[in-house]
C-alpha cells in the first residue's frame, strides 16, 4: 500500500541505469546475474548484481536487484539443484521399470524454485504445494531415499508407503496436495497460524499456472489481504497445466497481477538467485506486517505433466530443447560460478560426482527397504490419531473388521 | 390449474421433446428391432470387440451428431482428447463449439454447465475423475438435482455429469474414492454405473436424453478393456433403460449383487464357485444406482434365498447397506441366511500396492465370503 503511487515512479533507478525504457518482461535467461571482486573465502559475503530482466513488479516496489552471497551458498545451491535433478531422473527410471505406480510428476526444469525459495526462508517458515512435491520435499528435509522410497511404496517411505509420489510432507512442509488449487486456502491457514501465534515467519504457497484460476484461489487471497497474512502466495508458470498452455485457461496470463488488490512479483524463475532475492524481499515484507504477495516464478518442465503424458503433443519440441540448452538452471548457475571464479572446473565436476554418488546410493538403499508388511494393523493404522481412534474399523467383509 | 401446468416450460419442454425423435430413451423397441447392419471387423452374428473407452466415445460421438443442444465441456476433453481418452477425435469432428476444453475449475464449469441446462442446452460435463467433482459436487446436487423440484417443476435441468470413479490403481487416497453412495443417496439425481461395454454406451446415451440431471460414474480400470458388442448395441439408436438392472449370469443357489469394475470381479469368482463347489450364483449388474432395479434383485432372491453385495465403496452407509437393507425390507421371507457384503475396507486408499490390494474387494474375497455363507 505505502508503495502504490510514489515509490513506483522512484524506484526503478538502477534498472534505468541499466537498459533504455522500453518495456520489458522478465527473462528466464538463468545465466544472467553479475559479480566480481569474489573473494578467496567460502563463507566471506560479497554481492550479486542481478539482470534488470529478473523482476515485474504490480503495485509493489521491486526487490533489490543485488543479493549477498557467498560463494559456499552458491555451491550448496548448485549442488541442491544437481541433486534433485539426479533424484528426479531416478524416479523417471524407476517409473519406467514399473516400480513407481500411479501418477508421477516430476520437476525437472523447474529447480531453482524450489531451491531458489528454500535458501530465501529458514526451516521455521512453511511451505505447501502441490503434487508435483518431489523436490520441495527434499528441499525441506526429506532425504532421497525417503522420498524414493515412498514412490516405490516402501514402509520406510517418507510417508510409510502411504501416500506415493503426491503426497509427502515433513517438518513445515505440508504436502504434496492432489486436488489441484486445494492447496491455497490451506497455505493461507498456515499464515493464519503463524500470525495467531505471532511467530515471525512466513508460509510460502505453491500452486501451477493451471490451478491458478480455481475459484479457492480467489477466496483465499480476499482472506489473506483481509487479514493481512504473511503469506507468499506464488504461481509456478511453467506454461503449461497438463497440456492446456497458459493462454487456453487464463484470461489473464500475468499471474503475479491476479491478487488485484495484492501486490504481485514476477520473477525469473530460472535464475535461482533472483528467487532467492525476491522470496527474501517478499518475507520481510509478509513479516512486517504488510500481508501477503501474489509472486509468479516463470518457469518451464521439461517432462510432461505426468509420466504417462509424452509432453509433446501441446508444444514443440523444439520449445523444450530450446529452454532446455539455454535457459537451465543448473547450467546457468554453473556458467556464472565459473565466470566468477566461484569454483573451478574440477571442483564442479567434483560435486556433480558426489552428488550423482550420493543420489544413486540413496536409491539404492530405497530399493532395498521393506515393503509394508499386509497386515491390517498397517493399514488402518493413522487414520485416527495414535490413542483416540475408534474400537474399530470395517475391512472388506465383517471378518476383516480390525479392532485397534 | 390444470391449463397453467400444460403452460409451464417445462411441461412445453418435455412435449417437444417428445415430438422428436430424440428421446426414445425408454422405449426399448427401437434398439431390439434394427439388428440390419454391422459395422466394422464383423465376427459371428454382427458382434464386435469394443473397448469401453470406445463405446462411450462412441456414444458421445452419436449424441453430439443426434442433438445439437448437446457438447460436451471438461479439462483436457477437446485438443489433448481427454485425459483418458475418452473424447478422443471429437473435437476434430464436431469443433470447438461443441467440445471445449475448460480450466481447471470444476466448481466453475460446473456451475457454468447447469447453467447452460437450465436455460435449454443438454451439456455433458466431464470430470477428470469423480475426485474432482468433489470440488464441485455443491453444484451437481443443490443447483442441478434440486432446481426441478423447488421450482415445482418449472425448470428441468438436462445434465450429463461423467468420468472416472472409484478404484483406480497407486493413485493413493486422494484420487481412488468411489461415490456411488453419495450421488445414490440424492433425491433429483439418476446415477448409472456400467460395466461393459454395452453398458458404457447403453448408459450414457440413456444418461445424456433423460430430461434429468444423470450422473454416469464410469471406472478408469475399466477403459481399457474389450467387449463384445452385439449388432443392436452397434447402432446408434442403442440405449438403456436406466434403472434396470442386467442379470449377467444366471443361477439358483446364490444372487451376487454387484455394479461396475466388481461385476468382472463376481463374475470371475462365480466361475471359481462353481468349478471348486460346484455352486450356481445368479450375478447380477445394476447398471443403475438411483433408481434401482429392487425387483430384479428381489426376483433373484426368491429363487436363490442368498444374497451377497459386492462393491467398492466405503462399507458404512454404502450402496451394499442400501441394497441389503432393501433386502430385508422387502425379501426378509425368501433369505434362508444372512445376507452378506464385500466392500472396499474404511481406509483412505493407500499407496503402497499390498496394503491397497487389502482396501479393495478381490476376487479370493469374494470367492471366500460367499462359501462361508452358503457354507461350502
Same mark, same amino acid.
Given at each position: 500500500?505505502?508503495?502504490?503511487?510514489a515509490?513506483?515512479?522512484?524506484?526503478?533507478?538502477?534498472r534505468?541505469?541499466?537498459?533504455?525504457?522500453?518495456?520489458?518482461?522478465?527473462?528466464?535467461?538463468?545465466?544472467?546475474?553479475?559479480a566480481?571482486?569474489?573473494p578467496?573465502?567460502?563463507d566471506?559475503p560479497?554481492?550479486?548484481?542481478?539482470s534488470?530482466?529478473?523482476?515485474?513488479?504490480?503495485?509493489?516496489?521491486?526487490?533489490?536487484?543485488?543479493?549477498?552471497?557467498?560463494?559456499?551458498?552458491?555451491?550448496?545451491m548448485?549442488?541442491?539443484?544437481v541433486?534433485?535433478?539426479?533424484?528426479?531422473?531416478?524416479?523417471?527410471?524407476?517409473y519406467?521399470?514399473?516400480?513407481?505406480?500411479?501418477?508421477c510428476?516430476l520437476?525437472?526444469g523447474?529447480?531453482?524454485?524450489?531451491?531458489?525459495?528454500?535458501?530465501?526462508i529458514?526451516?521455521?517458515?512453511?511451505?505447501?504445494?502441490?503434487?508435483?512435491?518431489?523436490?520441495?520435499?527434499?528441499?525441506?528435509?526429506?532425504?532421497?531415499?525417503?522420498?524414493?522410497g515412498?514412490?516405490?511404496?516402501?514402509r520406510?517411505?517418507?510417508?510409510?508407503?502411504?501416500?506415493g509420489?503426491m503426497?509427502?510432507?515433513?517438518?513445515?512442509?505440508?504436502?504434496?496436495?492432489?486436488?489441484?488449487?486445494?492447496?491455497v486456502?490451506?497455505?493461507?491457514?498456515?499464515?493464519?497460524?503463524q500470525?495467531?501465534?505471532?511467530?515471525?515467519?512466513?508460509?510460502?504457497?505453491?500452486?501451477?499456472?493451471?490451478?491458478?484460476?480455481?475459484?479457492?484461489v480467489?477466496?483465499?487471497?480476499?482472506?489473506?489481504?483481509?487479514?493481512?497474512?504473511?503469506?507468499?502466495?506464488?504461481c509456478?508458470?511453467?506454461?503449461?497445466?497438463m497440456?492446456?498452455?497458459?493462454?487456453?485457461?487464463?484470461?489473464?496470463?500475468?499471474y503475479?497481477?491476479?491478487?488485484?488488490?495484492?501486490?504481485?512479483?514476477k520473477?525469473?524463475?530460472?535464475?535461482?538467485?533472483?528467487?532467492?532475492?525476491?522470496?527474501?524481499?517478499?518475507?520481510?515484507?509478509?513479516?512486517?506486517?504488510?500481508?501477503?504477495?501474489?509472486?509468479?516464478?516463470v518457469?518451464y518442465?521439461?517432462?510432461?505433466?505426468?509420466?504417462?503424458?509424452?509432453?509433446?503433443t501441446?508444444?514443440?519440441?523444439?520449445?523444450?530443447q530450446?529452454?532446455?540448452?539455454?535457459?537451465?538452471?543448473?547450467?546457468?548457475?554453473?556458467?556464472?560460478?565459473?565466470?566468477?571464479?566461484?569454483t573451478?572446473?574440477?571442483?564442479?565436476?567434483?560435486?556433480?560426482?558426489?552428488?550423482?554418488?550420493?543420489?544413486?546410493a540413496?536409491?539404492?538403499?530405497?530399493?532395498?527397504?521393506?515393503?509394508?508388511d499386509?497386515?491390517?494393523?498397517?493399514?488402518f493404522?493413522?487414520?485416527?490419531?495414535?490413542?483416540s481412534?475408534?474400537?474399530?474399523?470395517?475391512?472388506?467383509?465383517?471378518?476383516?473388521?480390525?479392532?485397534? | 390449474?390444470?391449463?397453467?401446468?400444460?403452460?409451464?416450460?417445462a411441461?412445453?419442454?418435455?412435449?417437444?421433446?417428445?415430438?422428436t425423435?430424440?428421446?426414445?430413451?425408454?422405449?426399448?423397441?427401437?434398439?431390439?428391432?434394427?439388428?440390419?447392419?454391422?459395422?466394422?471387423?464383423?465376427?459371428?452374428?454382427?458382434?464386435?470387440?469394443?473397448?469401453v473407452r470406445?463405446a462411450?466415445n462412441e456414444?458421445?460421438?452419436e449424441?453430439?451428431?443426434?442433438?445439437?443442444?448437446? #457438447?460436451?465441456?471438461?479439462?483436457?476433453?477437446?485438443?489433448?482428447?481427454?485425459?483418458?481418452?475418452?473424447?478422443?477425435?471429437?473435437?476434430?469432428?464436431?469443433g470447438?463449439?461443441?467440445?471445449?476444453?475448460?480450466?481447471?475449475t470444476?466448481?466453475?464449469f460446473?456451475g457454468?454447465?447447469?447453467?447452460a441446462?437450465?436455460?435449454? $442446452?443438454?451439456?455433458i460435463c466431464?470430470?477428470?475423475?469423480?475426485?474432482?467433482?468433489?470440488?464441485?459436487i455443491?453444484?451437481?446436487?443443490?443447483?442441478? %438435482?434440486k432446481?426441478?423440484?423447488?421450482?415445482?417443476?418449472?425448470?428441468?435441468?438436462?445434465?450429463?455429469f461423467r468420468?472416472?470413479?472409484?478404484f483406480?490403481?497407486?493413485?493413493?487416497?486422494?484420487h481412488?474414492?468411489?461415490y456411488?453412495?453419495?450421488y445414490?443417496?440424492?433425491?433429483?439425481?439418476k446415477?448409472?454405473?456400467?460395466?461393459?461395454?454395452e453398458?458404457?454406451?447403453?448408459l450414457?446415451k440413456?444418461?445424456?436424453?433423460d430430461?434429468?440431471?444423470?450422473?454416469?460414474l464410469e471406472?478408469?480400470?475399466?477403459?481399457g478393456?474389450?467387449?463384445?458388442?452385439?449388432?443392436?448395441a452397434?447402432?446408434?439408436?442403442f440405449?438403456?433403460?436406466?434403472?434396470?438392472?442386467?442379470i449377467?449370469?444366471?443361477?439358483?443357489?446364490l444372487t451376487?449383487?454387484?455394479l461396475?469394475r466388481?461385476?468382472?470381479q463376481s463374475?470371475?469368482a462365480?466361475?471359481?464357485?462353481?468349478?471348486?463347489?460346484?455352486v450356481?450364483?445368479?450375478?447380477?449388474n445394476?447398471?443403475?444406482?438411483?433408481?434401482l432395479?429392487?425387483?430384479?434383485?428381489?426376483?433373484?432372491?426368491?429363487?436363490?434365498g442368498r444374497?451377497?453385495?459386492?462393491?467398492?465403496?466405503?462399507?458404512? #452407509?454404502?450402496v451394499s447397506?442400501?441394497?441389503?437393507?432393501?433386502?430385508?425390507?422387502y425379501g426378509?421371507?425368501?433369505?434362508?441366511?444372512?445376507?452378506?457384503?464385500?466392500?472396499g475396507?474404511?481406509?483412505?486408499t493407500?499407496?503402497?500396492?499390498? $496394503?491397497?490390494?487389502? %482396501?479393495f474387494?478381490?476376487e479370493?474375497?469374494?470367492v471366500?465370503?460367499?462359501?462361508?455363507?452358503?457354507?461350502v
Amino acid at each position: 500500500m505505502l508503495f502504490r503511487t510514489a515509490a513506483r515512479q522512484a524506484a526503478p533507478l538502477r534498472r534505468q541505469a541499466f537498459s533504455p525504457l522500453t518495456r520489458r518482461s522478465v527473462t528466464t535467461d538463468a545465466a544472467s546475474a553479475h559479480a566480481e571482486n569474489i573473494p578467496q573465502e567460502d563463507d566471506k559475503p560479497f554481492t550479486v548484481r542481478l539482470s534488470d530482466e529478473s523482476f515485474e513488479t504490480y503495485e509493489i516496489d521491486p526487490p533489490p536487484y543485488t543479493l549477498e552471497t557467498t560463494k559456499k551458498e552458491l555451491k550448496t545451491m548448485y549442488n541442491d539443484m544437481v541433486s534433485m535433478r539426479r533424484m528426479e531422473m531416478a524416479a523417471d527410471r524407476l517409473y519406467k521399470e514399473k516400480k513407481i505406480r500411479g501418477f508421477c510428476h516430476l520437476s525437472t526444469g523447474q529447480e531453482a524454485v524450489a531451491v531458489g525459495i528454500e535458501h530465501a526462508i529458514t526451516r521455521m517458515d512453511k511451505v505447501i504445494t502441490a503434487y508435483r512435491c518431489h523436490g520441495f520435499a527434499l528441499m525441506r528435509g526429506g532425504t532421497i531415499r525417503s522420498i524414493i522410497g515412498e514412490l516405490l511404496g516402501r514402509r520406510e517411505g517418507i510417508a510409510y508407503g502411504k501416500g506415493g509420489s503426491m503426497h509427502m510432507f515433513a517438518e513445515n512442509f505440508y504436502g504434496g496436495n492432489g486436488i489441484v488449487g486445494a492447496q491455497v486456502p490451506v497455505g493461507a491457514g498456515l499464515a493464519f497460524a503463524q500470525q495467531y501465534n505471532e511467530q515471525p515467519n512466513t508460509s510460502i504457497v505453491l500452486y501451477g499456472d493451471g490451478a491458478s484460476n480455481q475459484g479457492q484461489v480467489f477466496e483465499a487471497f480476499n482472506m489473506a489481504k483481509l487479514w493481512k497474512l504473511p503469506v507468499l502466495f506464488g504461481c509456478e508458470n511453467n506454461k503449461y497445466g497438463m497440456g492446456t498452455s497458459a493462454a487456453r485457461s487464463s484470461a489473464l496470463t500475468e499471474y503475479y497481477k491476479r491478487g488485484q488488490y495484492i501486490p504481485g512479483i514476477k520473477v525469473n524463475g530460472m535464475d535461482v538467485l533472483a528467487t532467492k532475492a525476491a522470496v527474501q524481499y517478499g518475507k520481510d515484507y509478509a513479516i512486517s506486517g504488510n500481508g501477503p504477495l501474489v509472486f509468479e516464478y516463470v518457469t518451464y518442465r521439461y517432462g510432461g505433466h505426468s509420466m504417462s503424458d509424452p509432453g509433446t503433443t501441446y508444444r514443440s519440441r523444439e520449445e523444450i530443447q530450446r529452454m532446455r540448452s539455454t535457459n537451465d538452471p543448473i547450467a546457468g548457475l554453473k556458467q556464472k560460478m565459473l565466470e566468477w571464479g566461484v569454483t573451478s572446473e574440477e571442483e564442479l565436476k567434483s560435486i556433480d560426482k558426489a552428488a550423482r554418488a550420493h543420489v544413486d546410493a540413496e536409491v539404492a538403499e530405497a530399493e532395498k527397504m521393506a515393503a509394508p508388511d499386509n497386515t491390517d494393523r498397517n493399514l488402518f493404522e493413522d487414520i485416527y490419531v495414535r490413542g483416540s481412534e475408534p474400537k474399530w474399523m470395517r475391512g472388506r467383509t465383517v471378518d476383516e473388521t480390525f479392532y485397534y | 390449474m390444470v391449463s397453467s401446468r400444460l403452460f409451464r416450460p417445462a411441461a412445453r419442454l418435455a412435449s417437444s421433446r417428445l415430438a422428436t425423435p430424440l428421446r426414445p430413451a425408454f422405449a426399448q423397441s427401437a434398439c431390439a428391432q434394427s439388428a440390419l447392419r454391422a459395422r466394422g471387423y464383423a465376427s459371428e452374428g454382427g458382434v464386435k470387440e469394443v473397448t469401453v473407452r470406445d463405446a462411450l466415445n462412441e456414444a458421445l460421438a452419436e449424441e453430439l451428431e443426434l442433438n445439437q443442444k448437446t #457438447f460436451i465441456l471438461g479439462e483436457e476433453v477437446a485438443q489433448y482428447n481427454g485425459a483418458y481418452k475418452v473424447t478422443r477425435g471429437l473435437l476434430d469432428r464436431f469443433g470447438p463449439k461443441r467440445v471445449i476444453d475448460t480450466p481447471i475449475t470444476e466448481a466453475g464449469f460446473t456451475g457454468l454447465a447447469v447453467g447452460a441446462a437450465l436455460a435449454g $442446452l443438454h451439456p455433458i460435463c466431464e470430470f477428470m475423475t469423480f475426485n474432482f467433482a468433489m470440488q464441485s459436487i455443491d453444484q451437481i446436487i443443490n443447483s442441478a %438435482a434440486k432446481t426441478h423440484y423447488m421450482s415445482g417443476g418449472i425448470q428441468p435441468c438436462n445434465i450429463t455429469f461423467r468420468g472416472p470413479n472409484g478404484f483406480a490403481a497407486g493413485v493413493a487416497a486422494q484420487h481412488s474414492q468411489d461415490y456411488s453412495a453419495w450421488y445414490g443417496s440424492i433425491p433429483g439425481l439418476k446415477v448409472v454405473s456400467p460395466w461393459s461395454s454395452e453398458d458404457a454406451k447403453g448408459l450414457l446415451k440413456a444418461a445424456i436424453r433423460d430430461p434429468n440431471p444423470v450422473v454416469v460414474l464410469e471406472n478408469e480400470l475399466m477403459y481399457g478393456q474389450a467387449f463384445p458388442m452385439s449388432e443392436a448395441a452397434q447402432k446408434n439408436d442403442f440405449v438403456l433403460p436406466i434403472g434396470k438392472a442386467k442379470i449377467e449370469r444366471p443361477g439358483k443357489d446364490l444372487t451376487i449383487v454387484s455394479l461396475s469394475r466388481c461385476v468382472g470381479q463376481s463374475l470371475t469368482a462365480a466361475a471359481e464357485l462353481k468349478q471348486k463347489y460346484g455352486v450356481d450364483s445368479e450375478v447380477i449388474n445394476l447398471r443403475s444406482v438411483k433408481p434401482l432395479d429392487v425387483e430384479t434383485i428381489i426376483a433373484s432372491l426368491k429363487k436363490t434365498g442368498r444374497l451377497m453385495v459386492v462393491e467398492s465403496g466405503y462399507p458404512m #452407509f454404502g450402496v451394499s447397506s442400501e441394497i441389503m437393507a432393501l433386502a430385508m425390507e422387502y425379501g426378509f421371507d425368501y433369505l434362508t441366511a444372512p445376507a452378506v457384503r464385500v466392500t472396499g475396507a474404511e481406509v483412505p486408499t493407500p499407496y503402497a500396492v499390498g $496394503l491397497e490390494n487389502m %482396501a479393495f474387494p478381490q476376487e479370493d474375497t469374494i470367492v471366500s465370503q460367499a462359501a462361508k455363507l452358503l457354507r461350502v
